[in-house]
Protein backbone atom coordinates (compact mmCIF):
# COMPACT_ATOMS: atom_id res chain seq x y z
CA UNK A 1 0.00 0.00 0.00
CA UNK A 2 2.61 2.48 0.11
CA UNK A 3 3.20 2.30 -3.33
CA UNK A 4 -0.73 3.35 -3.77
CA UNK A 5 -1.71 5.93 -5.97
CA UNK A 6 -4.23 8.43 -5.64
CA UNK A 7 -6.50 6.86 -8.22
CA UNK A 8 -5.78 3.50 -6.14
CA UNK A 9 -6.95 5.15 -2.87
CA UNK A 10 -9.94 6.76 -4.52
CA UNK A 11 -11.23 3.49 -6.41
CA UNK A 12 -10.65 1.55 -2.77
CA UNK A 13 -12.29 4.18 -0.94
CA UNK A 14 -15.70 4.02 -3.35
CA UNK A 15 -15.45 0.37 -3.26
CA UNK A 16 -15.55 0.18 0.88
CA UNK A 17 -18.85 2.86 0.87
CA UNK A 18 -20.16 -0.09 -1.67
CA UNK A 19 -19.34 -2.68 0.35
CA UNK A 20 -20.10 -0.73 3.64
CA UNK A 21 -23.61 0.02 2.90
CA UNK A 22 -24.89 -3.41 2.13
CA UNK A 23 -23.30 -4.73 5.43
CA UNK A 24 -25.10 -1.03 7.54
CA UNK A 25 -28.47 -1.97 5.39
CA UNK A 26 -28.38 -6.05 6.41
CA UNK A 27 -28.19 -4.66 10.23
CA UNK A 28 -24.51 -4.21 10.89
CA UNK A 29 -23.27 -1.33 13.45
CA UNK A 30 -20.30 0.36 11.64
CA UNK A 31 -17.21 0.19 14.37
CA UNK A 32 -13.78 1.24 13.80
CA UNK A 33 -11.61 -1.07 16.64
CA UNK A 34 -7.92 -0.09 17.81
CA UNK A 35 -5.35 -0.27 15.33
CA UNK A 36 -2.81 -1.27 18.13
CA UNK A 37 -3.74 -3.94 20.10
CA UNK A 38 -2.04 -5.39 23.50
CA UNK A 39 0.13 -8.45 21.79
CA UNK A 40 -1.13 -10.95 24.08
CA UNK A 41 -4.86 -11.25 23.16
CA UNK A 42 -3.75 -12.13 19.58
CA UNK A 43 -1.00 -14.52 20.94
CA UNK A 44 -3.33 -16.80 22.95
CA UNK A 45 -6.24 -16.52 20.71
CA UNK A 46 -4.59 -17.64 17.56
CA UNK A 47 -1.03 -19.16 18.64
CA UNK A 48 2.80 -18.89 17.35
CA UNK A 49 2.06 -19.26 13.67
CA UNK A 50 0.41 -16.16 13.30
CA UNK A 51 3.08 -14.31 15.76
CA UNK A 52 5.79 -15.31 13.47
CA UNK A 53 3.91 -12.92 10.77
CA UNK A 54 2.29 -10.16 13.66
CA UNK A 55 4.49 -7.07 13.95
CA UNK A 56 4.56 -6.88 17.42
CA UNK A 57 6.80 -4.02 19.53
CA UNK A 58 7.26 -2.58 22.64
CA UNK A 59 6.44 0.89 23.88
CA UNK A 60 8.63 3.23 26.23
CA UNK A 61 6.49 1.95 28.72
CA UNK A 62 7.52 -1.66 28.10
CA UNK A 63 3.62 -3.37 27.20
CA UNK A 64 4.53 -5.19 24.26
CA UNK A 65 1.77 -4.18 21.49
CA UNK A 66 0.93 -5.42 18.11
CA UNK A 67 -0.48 -3.87 14.80
CA UNK A 68 -3.51 -6.50 14.17
CA UNK A 69 -3.28 -9.13 11.88
CA UNK A 70 -7.01 -9.00 11.51
CA UNK A 71 -9.73 -7.08 12.69
CA UNK A 72 -11.97 -10.54 14.30
CA UNK A 73 -10.22 -9.91 17.52
CA UNK A 74 -10.47 -6.08 18.17
CA UNK A 75 -13.95 -6.14 17.33
CA UNK A 76 -14.37 -9.31 19.70
CA UNK A 77 -12.55 -7.05 22.72
CA UNK A 78 -14.69 -3.51 21.62
CA UNK A 79 -18.04 -5.80 22.25
CA UNK A 80 -16.66 -7.11 25.64
CA UNK A 81 -15.33 -3.91 26.45
CA UNK A 82 -19.24 -2.55 25.79
CA UNK A 83 -21.32 -4.98 27.68
CA UNK A 84 -20.96 -6.94 31.41
CA UNK A 85 -22.74 -9.38 29.75
CA UNK A 86 -20.88 -10.78 26.09
CA UNK A 87 -23.17 -13.48 25.13
CA UNK A 88 -25.79 -10.12 24.09
CA UNK A 89 -26.83 -10.41 20.29
CA UNK A 90 -24.83 -7.74 18.44
CA UNK A 91 -23.94 -7.23 14.78
CA UNK A 92 -20.88 -5.20 13.74
CA UNK A 93 -19.21 -3.97 10.12
CA UNK A 94 -16.31 -2.54 9.57
CA UNK A 95 -13.52 -1.04 7.20
CA UNK A 96 -9.93 -1.12 8.36
CA UNK A 97 -6.16 -1.88 8.00
CA UNK A 98 -4.61 -5.12 9.34
CA UNK A 99 -1.09 -6.18 8.76
CA UNK A 100 1.20 -8.90 8.48
CA UNK A 101 4.57 -9.92 7.78
CA UNK A 102 5.03 -11.22 4.74
CA UNK A 103 7.86 -14.19 4.92
CA UNK A 104 8.45 -14.25 1.40
CA UNK A 105 8.36 -10.91 0.91
CA UNK A 106 5.54 -8.47 0.44
CA UNK A 107 3.70 -8.55 -3.09
CA UNK A 108 0.51 -7.35 -4.30
CA UNK A 109 -1.29 -10.68 -3.77
CA UNK A 110 0.52 -10.34 -0.50
CA UNK A 111 0.97 -7.23 0.77
CA UNK A 112 2.20 -5.87 4.50
CA UNK A 113 -0.09 -4.02 5.10
CA UNK A 114 -4.10 -4.27 3.72
CA UNK A 115 -7.58 -3.61 4.31
CA UNK A 116 -10.42 -5.65 5.63
CA UNK A 117 -14.20 -5.24 5.29
CA UNK A 118 -15.99 -7.23 7.15
CA UNK A 119 -19.05 -8.46 9.17
CA UNK A 120 -19.12 -10.22 12.80
CA UNK A 121 -22.59 -11.53 14.31
CA UNK A 122 -21.96 -12.35 18.07
CA UNK A 123 -24.56 -13.68 20.61
CA UNK A 124 -27.29 -15.38 17.79
CA UNK A 125 -27.90 -18.79 18.88
CA UNK A 126 -29.84 -19.32 15.57
CA UNK A 127 -26.89 -21.48 13.86
CA UNK A 128 -27.19 -22.32 10.19
CA UNK A 129 -29.29 -19.23 9.91
CA UNK A 130 -26.72 -16.94 11.48
CA UNK A 131 -24.17 -18.81 9.15
CA UNK A 132 -26.21 -18.59 6.11
CA UNK A 133 -26.78 -14.70 6.69
CA UNK A 134 -23.13 -14.17 7.16
CA UNK A 135 -22.54 -15.93 4.03
CA UNK A 136 -25.33 -13.84 1.93
CA UNK A 137 -24.22 -10.79 2.97
CA UNK A 138 -20.34 -11.19 2.26
CA UNK A 139 -21.44 -12.18 -1.25
CA UNK A 140 -23.96 -9.20 -1.63
CA UNK A 141 -21.43 -7.08 -0.96
CA UNK A 142 -18.46 -8.82 -3.01
CA UNK A 143 -21.47 -8.49 -6.14
CA UNK A 144 -22.54 -5.04 -5.16
CA UNK A 145 -19.06 -4.08 -5.73
CA UNK A 146 -18.92 -5.24 -8.99
CA UNK A 147 -17.39 -9.25 -8.83
CA UNK A 148 -19.68 -11.40 -11.01
CA UNK A 149 -17.79 -14.25 -11.04
CA UNK A 150 -16.92 -16.61 -7.70
CA UNK A 151 -17.18 -19.19 -6.58
CA UNK A 152 -18.00 -20.02 -3.11
CA UNK A 153 -16.33 -23.46 -0.77
CA UNK A 154 -17.24 -24.91 2.67
CA UNK A 155 -16.19 -26.75 5.14
CA UNK A 156 -17.63 -27.56 8.41
CA UNK A 157 -15.47 -28.92 11.14
CA UNK A 158 -18.68 -29.58 13.51
CA UNK A 159 -19.76 -32.61 10.75
CA UNK A 160 -15.60 -34.25 11.64
CA UNK A 161 -16.54 -34.47 14.68
CA UNK A 162 -19.74 -35.86 14.47
CA UNK A 163 -18.22 -38.44 11.81
CA UNK A 164 -15.53 -39.25 14.78
CA UNK A 165 -18.01 -39.77 17.52
CA UNK A 166 -19.99 -42.24 14.56
CA UNK A 167 -17.58 -44.82 15.30
CA UNK A 168 -16.53 -46.91 18.52
CA UNK A 169 -13.55 -44.96 19.51
CA UNK A 170 -12.21 -44.09 22.82
CA UNK A 171 -13.53 -40.54 24.26
CA UNK A 172 -9.44 -39.57 24.83
CA UNK A 173 -8.45 -40.67 20.97
CA UNK A 174 -11.68 -38.83 19.24
CA UNK A 175 -10.32 -35.36 21.22
CA UNK A 176 -6.82 -35.78 19.86
CA UNK A 177 -7.98 -36.53 16.17
CA UNK A 178 -10.37 -33.82 17.04
CA UNK A 179 -7.55 -31.78 18.30
CA UNK A 180 -4.38 -33.04 15.61
CA UNK A 181 -7.21 -32.23 12.68
CA UNK A 182 -5.20 -28.65 12.90
CA UNK A 183 -2.38 -30.38 11.36
CA UNK A 184 -2.81 -32.51 8.70
CA UNK A 185 0.89 -34.10 9.48
CA UNK A 186 0.34 -34.62 13.03
CA UNK A 187 -3.19 -35.78 12.24
CA UNK A 188 -2.00 -38.52 9.64
CA UNK A 189 0.77 -39.90 12.26
CA UNK A 190 -2.02 -39.92 14.99
CA UNK A 191 -4.59 -42.04 13.04
CA UNK A 192 -1.09 -44.29 12.46
CA UNK A 193 -0.36 -44.57 15.47
CA UNK A 194 -3.83 -45.51 16.97
CA UNK A 195 -4.17 -48.13 13.84
CA UNK A 196 -0.80 -49.80 14.77
CA UNK A 197 0.49 -49.04 18.05
CA UNK A 198 -1.21 -46.81 20.44
CA UNK A 199 0.69 -48.03 23.18
CA UNK A 200 4.02 -47.52 21.45
CA UNK A 201 4.39 -43.77 24.32
CA UNK A 202 3.25 -45.35 27.26
CA UNK A 203 5.51 -48.78 26.64
CA UNK A 204 8.87 -46.58 26.73
CA UNK A 205 7.14 -45.90 30.56
CA UNK A 206 9.46 -47.36 33.76
CA UNK A 207 7.00 -50.62 34.56
CA UNK A 208 7.28 -50.12 38.01
CA UNK A 209 5.36 -46.27 37.62
CA UNK A 210 2.58 -48.38 35.13
CA UNK A 211 2.28 -51.06 38.07
CA UNK A 212 1.82 -48.70 40.37
CA UNK A 213 -0.91 -46.88 38.73
CA UNK A 214 -4.39 -47.38 38.88
CA UNK A 215 -6.77 -46.15 36.21
CA UNK A 216 -9.65 -46.06 38.48
CA UNK A 217 -8.25 -44.16 41.20
CA UNK A 218 -6.78 -40.64 40.22
CA UNK A 219 -5.86 -40.01 43.82
CA UNK A 220 -3.53 -42.84 44.45
CA UNK A 221 -2.63 -42.90 41.09
CA UNK A 222 -1.34 -39.13 41.91
CA UNK A 223 0.59 -40.25 45.29
CA UNK A 224 2.03 -42.77 43.11
CA UNK A 225 3.54 -40.74 40.86
CA UNK A 226 4.73 -38.05 43.80
CA UNK A 227 6.30 -41.50 45.24
CA UNK A 228 7.98 -42.70 42.33
CA UNK A 229 9.62 -38.71 41.10
CA UNK A 230 10.62 -38.82 45.00
CA UNK A 231 12.39 -42.38 44.64
CA UNK A 232 14.03 -41.36 41.20
CA UNK A 233 15.28 -38.16 42.84
CA UNK A 234 13.29 -35.97 40.48
CA UNK A 235 12.54 -32.95 41.22
CA UNK A 236 9.05 -31.47 40.88
CA UNK A 237 9.78 -28.17 38.64
CA UNK A 238 7.58 -25.68 37.14
CA UNK A 239 4.09 -24.75 37.20
CA UNK A 240 2.17 -28.51 35.61
CA UNK A 241 0.76 -29.75 38.33
CA UNK A 242 1.60 -33.99 39.63
CA UNK A 243 -2.44 -34.30 38.86
CA UNK A 244 -1.98 -32.64 35.41
CA UNK A 245 0.67 -35.20 34.77
CA UNK A 246 -0.96 -38.22 36.33
CA UNK A 247 -4.14 -37.44 33.95
CA UNK A 248 -1.53 -37.98 31.36
CA UNK A 249 -0.06 -40.85 32.58
CA UNK A 250 -3.36 -42.77 32.95
CA UNK A 251 -4.40 -41.53 28.95
CA UNK A 252 -1.56 -43.39 28.25
CA UNK A 253 -1.69 -46.12 30.39
CA UNK A 254 -4.88 -46.65 29.21
CA UNK A 255 -3.62 -47.03 25.73
CA UNK A 256 -1.06 -49.47 26.52
CA UNK A 257 -4.03 -52.10 26.91
CA UNK A 258 -6.05 -50.88 24.41
CA UNK A 259 -7.07 -52.09 20.98
CA UNK A 260 -5.65 -50.50 18.03
CA UNK A 261 -8.00 -48.60 16.06
CA UNK A 262 -9.79 -51.09 13.46
CA UNK A 263 -8.46 -50.31 10.13
CA UNK A 264 -11.32 -50.21 8.09
CA UNK A 265 -12.75 -47.13 10.35
CA UNK A 266 -9.33 -45.17 10.01
CA UNK A 267 -9.85 -46.11 6.47
CA UNK A 268 -13.43 -44.58 6.39
CA UNK A 269 -12.16 -41.33 8.43
CA UNK A 270 -9.50 -41.12 5.73
CA UNK A 271 -12.16 -41.10 3.25
CA UNK A 272 -14.01 -38.36 5.05
CA UNK A 273 -11.26 -36.14 4.72
CA UNK A 274 -10.73 -36.26 1.70
CA UNK A 275 -14.42 -35.59 0.75
CA UNK A 276 -14.16 -32.73 -1.91
CA UNK A 277 -17.75 -32.40 -3.87
CA UNK A 278 -20.10 -29.87 -5.20
CA UNK A 279 -22.11 -28.79 -2.06
CA UNK A 280 -25.36 -30.63 -3.36
CA UNK A 281 -23.64 -33.80 -3.64
CA UNK A 282 -21.14 -33.76 -0.48
CA UNK A 283 -24.13 -34.17 2.28
CA UNK A 284 -24.99 -37.62 0.05
CA UNK A 285 -21.33 -38.18 -0.17
CA UNK A 286 -20.65 -38.22 3.17
CA UNK A 287 -24.23 -40.03 4.24
CA UNK A 288 -23.10 -43.19 1.95
CA UNK A 289 -19.71 -43.01 3.66
CA UNK A 290 -20.53 -43.14 7.11
CA UNK A 291 -23.19 -45.60 6.37
CA UNK A 292 -21.43 -48.27 8.26
CA UNK A 293 -20.92 -46.03 11.67
CA UNK A 294 -23.32 -46.56 14.53
CA UNK A 295 -24.77 -43.59 13.91
CA UNK A 296 -24.40 -39.81 15.83
CA UNK A 297 -23.85 -37.61 12.41
CA UNK A 298 -27.48 -36.96 12.02
CA UNK A 299 -27.66 -34.52 13.31
CA UNK A 300 -24.62 -32.80 11.91
CA UNK A 301 -25.99 -33.46 8.54
CA UNK A 302 -29.18 -32.28 9.28
CA UNK A 303 -27.86 -28.88 10.28
CA UNK A 304 -25.75 -29.40 7.07
CA UNK A 305 -28.42 -29.58 4.66
CA UNK A 306 -30.51 -27.24 6.25
CA UNK A 307 -27.63 -24.23 6.11
CA UNK A 308 -27.61 -24.78 2.41
CA UNK A 309 -31.18 -25.02 2.05
CA UNK A 310 -30.66 -21.65 4.08
CA UNK A 311 -27.87 -20.45 1.68
CA UNK A 312 -29.85 -21.16 -1.69
CA UNK A 313 -33.12 -19.59 0.09
CA UNK A 314 -31.24 -16.46 0.40
CA UNK A 315 -30.32 -16.14 -3.32
CA UNK A 316 -27.11 -17.92 -4.24
CA UNK A 317 -26.38 -20.26 -6.73
CA UNK A 318 -25.64 -23.39 -5.26
CA UNK A 319 -23.79 -24.40 -8.54
CA UNK A 320 -21.41 -22.47 -7.71
CA UNK A 321 -21.26 -24.23 -4.12
CA UNK A 322 -18.43 -26.77 -3.15
CA UNK A 323 -17.75 -28.41 -0.15
CA UNK A 324 -14.40 -29.61 0.85
CA UNK A 325 -14.11 -32.12 4.13
CA UNK A 326 -10.32 -31.40 5.04
CA UNK A 327 -11.09 -27.29 4.65
CA UNK A 328 -10.42 -24.92 7.16
CA UNK A 329 -7.52 -26.92 8.51
CA UNK A 330 -4.84 -23.94 9.55
CA UNK A 331 -7.24 -21.74 10.43
CA UNK A 332 -7.00 -22.54 13.84
CA UNK A 333 -9.66 -20.46 15.75
CA UNK A 334 -12.52 -21.69 13.53
CA UNK A 335 -15.01 -24.25 15.44
CA UNK A 336 -17.83 -25.59 12.97
CA UNK A 337 -18.80 -24.21 9.70
CA UNK A 338 -15.96 -22.03 7.44
CA UNK A 339 -16.25 -20.53 4.21
CA UNK A 340 -14.35 -18.76 1.39
CA UNK A 341 -14.97 -16.89 -1.77
CA UNK A 342 -12.89 -17.15 -4.91
CA UNK A 343 -12.60 -15.34 -8.10
CA UNK A 344 -11.43 -16.87 -11.24
CA UNK A 345 -7.38 -15.86 -11.83
CA UNK A 346 -6.36 -15.85 -8.14
CA UNK A 347 -4.69 -18.36 -6.61
CA UNK A 348 -6.25 -20.74 -3.47
CA UNK A 349 -4.03 -19.31 -1.38
CA UNK A 350 -5.48 -15.60 -2.67
CA UNK A 351 -9.05 -15.70 -1.48
CA UNK A 352 -11.51 -12.85 -2.21
CA UNK A 353 -13.02 -13.03 1.52
CA UNK A 354 -13.51 -15.87 4.14
CA UNK A 355 -15.12 -16.92 7.22
CA UNK A 356 -16.89 -18.87 9.31
CA UNK A 357 -17.96 -19.71 12.89
CA UNK A 358 -15.56 -19.43 15.89
CA UNK A 359 -17.20 -19.88 19.30
CA UNK A 360 -14.14 -19.80 21.42
CA UNK A 361 -12.55 -16.78 20.36
CA UNK A 362 -14.49 -14.84 22.45
CA UNK A 363 -13.64 -16.55 25.37
CA UNK A 364 -10.10 -16.28 24.47
CA UNK A 365 -10.19 -12.79 23.84
CA UNK A 366 -11.23 -12.23 27.31
CA UNK A 367 -15.35 -12.79 27.76
CA UNK A 368 -16.08 -14.76 30.67
CA UNK A 369 -18.07 -17.65 28.65
CA UNK A 370 -18.38 -18.60 25.50
CA UNK A 371 -20.38 -16.69 23.08
CA UNK A 372 -21.37 -17.91 19.49
CA UNK A 373 -19.88 -16.20 16.74
CA UNK A 374 -19.85 -16.01 12.78
CA UNK A 375 -18.23 -14.00 10.90
CA UNK A 376 -16.59 -12.43 7.35
CA UNK A 377 -13.83 -10.86 5.65
CA UNK A 378 -13.35 -9.23 2.36
CA UNK A 379 -10.02 -8.99 1.09
CA UNK A 380 -10.48 -5.44 -0.23
CA UNK A 381 -7.64 -4.60 -2.52
CA UNK A 382 -8.36 -8.17 -3.83
CA UNK A 383 -11.54 -7.54 -4.49
CA UNK A 384 -10.89 -4.59 -6.27
CA UNK A 385 -8.46 -6.35 -8.63
CA UNK A 386 -10.80 -9.00 -9.58
CA UNK A 387 -13.79 -6.73 -10.56
CA UNK A 388 -11.01 -4.67 -12.72
CA UNK A 389 -10.77 -8.05 -14.19
CA UNK A 390 -6.87 -8.75 -12.87
CA UNK A 391 -5.45 -11.40 -11.76
CA UNK A 392 -3.11 -12.77 -9.03
CA UNK B 1 41.97 -0.13 -0.65
CA UNK B 2 38.77 -1.34 -0.60
CA UNK B 3 39.84 -4.25 -2.99
CA UNK B 4 40.58 -5.85 0.78
CA UNK B 5 37.87 -8.44 1.55
CA UNK B 6 36.88 -7.75 5.06
CA UNK B 7 37.17 -10.61 7.14
CA UNK B 8 35.21 -10.22 11.16
CA UNK B 9 36.00 -12.53 13.68
CA UNK B 10 34.63 -12.63 17.47
CA UNK B 11 35.79 -10.22 19.36
CA UNK B 12 35.82 -11.53 22.81
CA UNK B 13 35.25 -14.60 24.92
CA UNK B 14 36.16 -18.51 24.28
CA UNK B 15 35.04 -18.03 20.37
CA UNK B 16 38.01 -15.45 20.47
CA UNK B 17 40.22 -17.51 22.14
CA UNK B 18 39.73 -20.64 19.86
CA UNK B 19 40.08 -18.49 16.34
CA UNK B 20 43.10 -16.78 17.45
CA UNK B 21 44.48 -20.76 17.98
CA UNK B 22 43.08 -22.24 14.56
CA UNK B 23 44.80 -19.07 12.76
CA UNK B 24 48.34 -20.10 14.65
CA UNK B 25 47.93 -23.95 14.59
CA UNK B 26 47.80 -22.46 10.29
CA UNK B 27 50.56 -20.50 10.66
CA UNK B 28 48.57 -17.22 10.37
CA UNK B 29 49.26 -14.55 12.70
CA UNK B 30 46.14 -12.25 13.54
CA UNK B 31 47.71 -8.72 14.32
CA UNK B 32 45.81 -5.37 15.85
CA UNK B 33 46.52 -2.81 13.49
CA UNK B 34 46.94 0.42 15.78
CA UNK B 35 46.74 0.40 19.20
CA UNK B 36 45.66 -2.60 21.00
CA UNK B 37 41.79 -1.62 22.01
CA UNK B 38 41.53 -1.60 18.40
CA UNK B 39 38.36 -3.16 16.44
CA UNK B 40 40.60 -3.39 13.31
CA UNK B 41 43.28 -5.75 12.14
CA UNK B 42 45.12 -7.68 9.35
CA UNK B 43 46.85 -11.18 8.89
CA UNK B 44 50.68 -11.41 8.39
CA UNK B 45 51.33 -12.93 4.56
CA UNK B 46 47.25 -12.37 3.42
CA UNK B 47 47.82 -8.74 2.36
CA UNK B 48 44.00 -9.07 0.66
CA UNK B 49 42.08 -9.56 4.22
CA UNK B 50 41.62 -6.74 6.50
CA UNK B 51 40.35 -8.52 9.75
CA UNK B 52 37.02 -6.75 12.10
CA UNK B 53 37.38 -7.51 15.64
CA UNK B 54 33.08 -8.14 16.17
CA UNK B 55 30.76 -9.54 18.73
CA UNK B 56 29.97 -13.16 17.50
CA UNK B 57 25.43 -12.05 17.39
CA UNK B 58 27.04 -9.10 14.87
CA UNK B 59 28.90 -10.86 12.70
CA UNK B 60 25.51 -13.25 11.44
CA UNK B 61 23.96 -9.21 10.72
CA UNK B 62 26.88 -8.20 8.78
CA UNK B 63 27.18 -11.57 6.83
CA UNK B 64 23.58 -10.76 6.43
CA UNK B 65 23.33 -7.35 4.94
CA UNK B 66 26.82 -7.81 2.98
CA UNK B 67 28.56 -5.64 5.16
CA UNK B 68 31.91 -7.55 5.45
CA UNK B 69 32.73 -10.46 2.93
CA UNK B 70 33.70 -13.64 5.29
CA UNK B 71 33.00 -14.25 8.85
CA UNK B 72 33.82 -16.59 11.89
CA UNK B 73 30.67 -17.56 13.91
CA UNK B 74 28.15 -20.09 15.40
CA UNK B 75 25.72 -21.73 12.87
CA UNK B 76 23.08 -21.65 15.33
CA UNK B 77 23.56 -17.72 15.09
CA UNK B 78 23.16 -17.70 11.47
CA UNK B 79 20.25 -20.13 11.41
CA UNK B 80 18.45 -17.66 13.78
CA UNK B 81 18.96 -14.72 12.24
CA UNK B 82 17.93 -15.31 8.32
CA UNK B 83 15.31 -17.24 7.38
CA UNK B 84 16.83 -17.57 4.04
CA UNK B 85 20.46 -18.45 5.09
CA UNK B 86 21.11 -20.77 2.31
CA UNK B 87 20.51 -18.22 -0.25
CA UNK B 88 22.76 -15.49 1.71
CA UNK B 89 25.31 -17.13 2.73
CA UNK B 90 27.75 -20.32 2.23
CA UNK B 91 29.37 -22.39 4.76
CA UNK B 92 32.99 -22.57 3.49
CA UNK B 93 34.62 -25.07 6.08
CA UNK B 94 33.59 -26.02 9.61
CA UNK B 95 36.25 -24.95 12.09
CA UNK B 96 36.00 -27.71 15.02
CA UNK B 97 35.31 -25.70 17.81
CA UNK B 98 32.27 -23.71 19.18
CA UNK B 99 29.65 -26.88 19.56
CA UNK B 100 26.85 -26.19 21.37
CA UNK B 101 23.24 -28.05 20.41
CA UNK B 102 20.05 -26.23 20.48
CA UNK B 103 17.91 -28.22 21.94
CA UNK B 104 14.43 -28.47 23.20
CA UNK B 105 13.95 -28.86 27.15
CA UNK B 106 11.50 -29.57 29.67
CA UNK B 107 11.12 -30.34 33.42
CA UNK B 108 12.45 -33.74 34.10
CA UNK B 109 9.24 -34.67 35.89
CA UNK B 110 7.30 -34.55 32.94
CA UNK B 111 7.92 -38.58 32.86
CA UNK B 112 4.68 -38.56 30.16
CA UNK B 113 6.86 -36.43 27.93
CA UNK B 114 9.60 -37.82 25.73
CA UNK B 115 8.71 -36.55 22.09
CA UNK B 116 7.42 -32.87 20.06
CA UNK B 117 4.26 -35.43 19.76
CA UNK B 118 3.77 -35.52 23.45
CA UNK B 119 4.13 -31.73 23.78
CA UNK B 120 1.06 -31.51 21.51
CA UNK B 121 -0.71 -34.29 23.84
CA UNK B 122 -0.36 -32.16 26.78
CA UNK B 123 -1.14 -28.71 25.57
CA UNK B 124 -4.66 -28.45 24.97
CA UNK B 125 -5.17 -30.14 28.48
CA UNK B 126 -2.40 -27.46 30.11
CA UNK B 127 -4.55 -24.72 28.17
CA UNK B 128 -7.74 -25.88 30.10
CA UNK B 129 -6.11 -26.03 33.58
CA UNK B 130 -4.09 -22.83 33.16
CA UNK B 131 -6.18 -20.97 30.79
CA UNK B 132 -2.88 -19.96 28.35
CA UNK B 133 -0.66 -22.77 25.76
CA UNK B 134 2.68 -23.71 27.43
CA UNK B 135 5.07 -21.09 27.39
CA UNK B 136 8.59 -21.60 25.62
CA UNK B 137 11.50 -19.11 27.20
CA UNK B 138 14.48 -18.89 24.40
CA UNK B 139 16.76 -16.55 22.60
CA UNK B 140 16.10 -18.74 19.40
CA UNK B 141 13.13 -17.20 18.40
CA UNK B 142 13.32 -18.20 14.89
CA UNK B 143 14.69 -21.19 15.27
CA UNK B 144 12.48 -22.86 17.62
CA UNK B 145 9.27 -21.27 15.10
CA UNK B 146 10.86 -23.04 12.30
CA UNK B 147 11.50 -26.47 14.79
CA UNK B 148 8.15 -26.75 15.71
CA UNK B 149 6.17 -25.44 12.71
CA UNK B 150 8.15 -28.64 10.75
CA UNK B 151 6.99 -31.22 13.40
CA UNK B 152 3.23 -29.66 13.34
CA UNK B 153 3.45 -28.67 16.77
CA UNK B 154 1.60 -24.77 17.30
CA UNK B 155 0.15 -25.05 20.14
CA UNK B 156 2.23 -22.60 22.45
CA UNK B 157 4.01 -19.32 22.99
CA UNK B 158 7.19 -18.15 22.88
CA UNK B 159 8.87 -15.87 25.85
CA UNK B 160 11.59 -13.85 24.73
CA UNK B 161 14.72 -14.98 26.93
CA UNK B 162 18.36 -12.98 26.96
CA UNK B 163 19.75 -14.79 29.81
CA UNK B 164 19.64 -17.45 32.07
CA UNK B 165 16.94 -19.09 30.27
CA UNK B 166 17.42 -22.61 31.94
CA UNK B 167 16.44 -21.11 35.65
CA UNK B 168 12.86 -19.91 33.97
CA UNK B 169 10.72 -23.08 34.26
CA UNK B 170 11.67 -23.48 37.88
CA UNK B 171 11.23 -19.53 38.24
CA UNK B 172 7.75 -20.34 36.86
CA UNK B 173 8.10 -17.82 33.87
CA UNK B 174 7.80 -20.54 30.96
CA UNK B 175 7.02 -24.22 30.95
CA UNK B 176 9.73 -25.79 28.58
CA UNK B 177 12.88 -24.30 26.99
CA UNK B 178 14.55 -23.93 23.98
CA UNK B 179 18.46 -23.49 24.28
CA UNK B 180 22.12 -24.09 23.47
CA UNK B 181 23.81 -26.66 25.65
CA UNK B 182 26.90 -28.59 24.98
CA UNK B 183 27.42 -31.28 27.75
CA UNK B 184 23.69 -30.64 29.13
CA UNK B 185 24.85 -30.33 32.92
CA UNK B 186 23.37 -26.72 33.05
CA UNK B 187 20.18 -28.65 32.01
CA UNK B 188 20.05 -31.00 34.82
CA UNK B 189 21.17 -28.70 37.26
CA UNK B 190 18.10 -27.05 36.65
CA UNK B 191 15.87 -30.24 36.72
CA UNK B 192 15.85 -30.40 32.70
CA UNK B 193 15.89 -32.72 30.44
CA UNK B 194 15.91 -32.78 26.27
CA UNK B 195 13.14 -34.29 24.38
CA UNK B 196 14.34 -37.39 22.44
CA UNK B 197 13.80 -35.51 18.65
CA UNK B 198 14.38 -32.23 20.07
CA UNK B 199 17.60 -31.70 18.77
CA UNK B 200 17.35 -28.71 16.69
CA UNK B 201 20.41 -27.77 15.48
CA UNK B 202 23.82 -29.12 15.90
CA UNK B 203 26.15 -26.21 16.23
CA UNK B 204 29.63 -25.30 15.86
CA UNK B 205 31.88 -22.28 14.63
CA UNK B 206 32.03 -21.85 10.78
CA UNK B 207 34.08 -19.64 8.56
CA UNK B 208 30.84 -18.29 6.27
CA UNK B 209 30.69 -16.06 3.48
CA UNK B 210 28.60 -13.67 2.51
CA UNK B 211 26.36 -14.00 -0.90
CA UNK B 212 25.13 -10.37 -1.06
CA UNK B 213 28.68 -8.65 -0.23
CA UNK B 214 30.43 -7.35 -2.65
CA UNK B 215 33.44 -9.61 -4.21
CA UNK B 216 35.83 -8.64 -6.89
CA UNK B 217 38.73 -11.11 -8.21
CA UNK B 218 41.14 -10.12 -5.49
CA UNK B 219 38.75 -10.59 -2.81
CA UNK B 220 37.96 -14.14 -4.67
CA UNK B 221 41.63 -14.43 -4.62
CA UNK B 222 42.31 -14.08 -0.75
CA UNK B 223 39.32 -16.03 0.07
CA UNK B 224 40.56 -18.95 -2.02
CA UNK B 225 44.04 -18.53 0.33
CA UNK B 226 42.75 -18.17 3.25
CA UNK B 227 40.45 -21.16 2.95
CA UNK B 228 43.32 -22.87 1.36
CA UNK B 229 45.73 -22.04 4.57
CA UNK B 230 42.74 -22.84 6.97
CA UNK B 231 42.17 -26.45 5.71
CA UNK B 232 45.51 -27.76 4.87
Not at chain 1, 151 to 169: H, N, P, Q, T
Not at chain 2, 141 to 161: C, H, K, P, Q, W
Amino acid sequence: MAAETAQEFEALERQAQVVMSVFTKAGHEAVAPAVIQPADVFLDCVGEALRARTYVFTDPDGAELCLRPDVTVPTCRLHIARYADPSRPAKYCYNGSAFRFQPQGASDAHPREFRQAGIERFGDTSRESAESDTIAVIIRAIEAAGLKSWSLRLGDLGLFRAVLAGYEIPARWQKRLGEAFWRPDMFRAELKRLTTAPGAAAAKLPVELIKSLQPSNKAESEAAVAAYLEAANIELVGTRTLTEMTEHLLDQVADLGAKPLDASAARLIESYVAVAAPAKQAGGTIATLINGASGGTGAALDAYDRRLALVANAGIDLDRVTFSAEFGRNLEYYTGLVFEVSAPGFGSDSPIAGGGRYDALMRAAGAACDVPAVGGAIHTERLLRAVKGGAK
Amino acid sequence: MSDKLILAIPSKGRLMEQTTELFAKAGLAVKKVGHARGYRGEIEGIPGIEVAFVSSSEIAAALKSGSVQLGITGEDLIQESMSDAAMRVTFLSKLGFGFADVVVAVPACWIDVATVADLEAIAMPFRRAHGRWPRVATKYMNLTRRFFAASGFGDYRIVESLGATEGTPAAGTAELIVDITTTGETLRANGLKILEDGIILKSEANLIASNVAQWTPAMTAARAELVQKLTK
